[in-house]
């Protein structure tokens, strides 16, 4: 490790994470599934080996710019949503952020991952009090029916990567069925969202076309979601038209930044996030402050 590499508010708000980071390349090698404690104060069952186990077995959280996000934008009692749920961890930190009176609704169609992110809900409410979560092994679309869900070769490395099928699997993936389900149907009796975050591979702009109803009355107040390609992608377009302006969303040193919507992307290591919103004063406001909760 460079020093460098260091230089980052993981590392520099929270020093034990440099140890924390040595151990964490040990346990990758041995791949051994390990339970470790988040710094927003819940534990997970993860797999070293893989990407969003590594990260919060290094930093105690994952994606810290979309988790300090999450954590100022939700309050006691509010609804949210996590579309490409994984092992959790954002659903974890929801349902903490919006406590008994609260909800979330997490969606993931991989059955492996799928099983680690029910063991990881079982755990975290054995321990805490938090929001209701329910979880549903479906993958959310532009319509209801039955997909192909493709595994990429290097899966076991990166369990975020599955993704909806576009064209049929080559020889080196493999590909199962999935049932597809639309926000809209699914939700259309929900209260106001207050977040939803949305991580689905390609497929976001599918899931905002079915959550259409929902979007142009602003039932959902505020969407953080991953877009691989650059403004304006499909994604942008479909939240644009129903209302919605967009912002990258940035890690700087001292906190998260909003930047213009067509900043480049231009890191190979921040996942590519974007906020959608509303009500861009709030926003703005909430992303002024200073300072890491979540380390």
Same mark, same amino acid.
């Given at each position: 490790?460079?020093?460098?590499?260091?230089?980052?508010?993981?590392? %520099?708000?929270?020093?034990?994470?440099?140890?924390? &980071?040595?151990?964490?390349?040990?346990?990758?090698?041995? *791949?051994?599934?390990?339970?470790?404690?988040?710094?927003?104060?819940?534990?997970?069952?993860?797999?070293?080996? $893989?990407? @969003?186990?590594?990260? +919060?077995?290094?930093?105690?959280?994952?994606? %810290?710019?979309?988790?300090?996000?999450?954590?100022?934008?939700?309050?006691?009692?509010?609804? =949210?949503?996590?579309?490409? !749920?994984?092992?959790?961890?954002?659903?974890? #930190?929801? *349902?903490?952020?919006?406590?008994?009176?609260?909800?979330?609704?997490?969606?993931?169609?991989?059955?492996?991952?799928?099983?680690?992110?029910?063991?990881?809900?079982?755990?975290?409410?054995?321990?805490?009090?938090?929001?209701?979560?329910?979880?549903?092994?479906? *993958?959310?679309?532009?319509?209801?029916?039955?997909?192909?869900?493709?595994?990429?070769?290097?899966? =076991?490395?990166?369990?975020?990567?599955?993704?909806? *099928?576009?064209?049929?699997?080559?020889? $080196?993936?493999?590909?199962?069925?999935?049932? +597809?389900?639309?926000?809209?149907?699914? %939700?259309?009796?929900?209260?106001?969202?207050?977040?939803?975050?949305?991580?689905?591979?390609?497929?976001?702009?599918?899931?905002?076309?079915?959550?259409?109803?929902?979007?142009?009355?602003?039932?959902?107040?505020?969407?953080?979601? $991953?877009?691989?390609?650059?403004?304006?992608?499909?994604?942008? &377009?479909?939240?644009?038209? #129903?209302?919605?302006? @967009?912002?990258?969303?940035?890690?700087?040193?001292?906190?998260? !930044?909003?930047?213009?919507?067509?900043?480049?992307?231009?890191?190979?290591?921040?996942?590519?996030?974007?906020?959608?919103?509303?009500?861009?004063?709030?926003?703005?406001?909430? =992303?002024?402050?200073?300072?890491?909760?979540? +380390?």
């Amino acid at each position: 490790m460079n020093l460098g590499g260091l230089i980052k508010p993981e590392y %520099l708000c929270q020093p034990r994470n440099i140890f924390r &980071r040595m151990r964490a390349r040990k346990l990758r090698q041995g *791949a051994v599934p390990m339970r470790v404690r988040t710094w927003c104060g819940f534990d997970m069952n993860v797999q070293p080996g $893989e990407v @969003i186990g590594e990260s +919060l077995c290094s930093f105690g959280v994952y994606d %810290l710019v979309e988790a300090e996000m999450t954590w100022r934008l939700l309050v006691s009692g509010d609804v =949210a949503l996590d579309l490409g !749920a994984n092992i959790g961890f954002s659903t974890l #930190l929801m *349902a903490l952020r919006v406590g008994e009176g609260g909800r979330v609704e997490a969606f993931e169609p991989m059955p492996e991952v799928y099983k680690d992110l029910q063991a990881n809900v079982k755990l975290f409410e054995q321990t805490h009090r938090g929001g209701k979560i329910t979880l549903h092994p479906v *993958a959310v679309s532009d319509k209801a029916g039955v997909a192909t869900f493709v595994l990429p070769s290097f899966f =076991a490395r990166n369990r975020g990567i599955g993704h909806l *099928a576009h064209v049929p699997p080559t020889a $080196e993936e493999s590909g199962f069925p999935v049932e +597809l389900v639309r926000l809209d149907d699914v %939700l259309k009796d929900a209260p106001r969202v207050a977040l939803m975050k949305v991580d689905v591979e390609g497929h976001e702009a599918a899931v905002f076309a079915g959550a259409e109803a929902m979007l142009k009355s602003g039932r959902i107040q505020t969407i953080i979601f $991953e877009e691989n390609s650059p403004y304006p992608a499909p994604s942008h &377009r479909v939240l644009e038209q #129903l209302g919605y302006s @967009i912002f990258r969303l940035w890690k700087h040193f001292f906190g998260p !930044a909003l930047l213009p919507r067509d900043t480049p992307l231009n890191s190979p290591w921040e996942p590519p996030n974007y906020i959608a919103t509303k009500d861009v004063a709030t926003i703005q406001a909430t =992303a002024a402050k200073r300072g890491w909760n979540v +380390l």
